[in-house]
């Protein structure tokens, strides 16, 4: 059974949320006006990691959802670099688009011809 933050008072409350969010323990302290040793020995208790486990959960997904409703414009930005004057960019952006949408099913003859013509844009100045 996984901890609520009802099982701990408000500065322990506050403190989980904080260390969730990336702030350092000895930030904490101050920002809570309490000794550095007293966050230390917060994290020693199984019911106030789980508070923070269950923080870092929440904005773990959070992050996940904003990075996934960014794949339109990833991929638009991916498609601009296939169009720039550098070689060595439309080669990277060319790999990029080919290993995120490469199929598991074995190779076909237009895949290796493709990948000799890579190896070809590889070895031109």
Do not use: Y
Request: glycine fraction near 2%; charge should be positive.
């Amino acid at each position: 059974m996984t901890a609520s933050t009802s099982t701990l008072n408000p500065k322990q409350a506050q403190a989980a949320l904080m260390l969730a969010s990336g702030a350092s323990k000895k930030s904490v302290a101050a920002s809570l006006k309490v000794a550095a040793h007293t966050i230390s020995q917060w994290c020693k208790s199984p019911s106030f990691n789980d508070v923070v486990n269950q923080h870092l959960a929440s904005v773990e997904s959070e992050a996940l959802q904003i990075l996934k409703s960014q794949r339109l414009r990833a991929a638009e930005a991916l498609g601009e670099l296939l169009d720039s004057k550098a070689p060595a960019v439309r080669l990277a952006a060319a790999r990029t688009v080919l290993e995120i949408t490469a199929s598991k099913a074995p190779p076909t003859e237009a895949s290796a011809k493709f990948a000799a013509v890579l190896a070809l844009l590889e070895s031109t100045p």
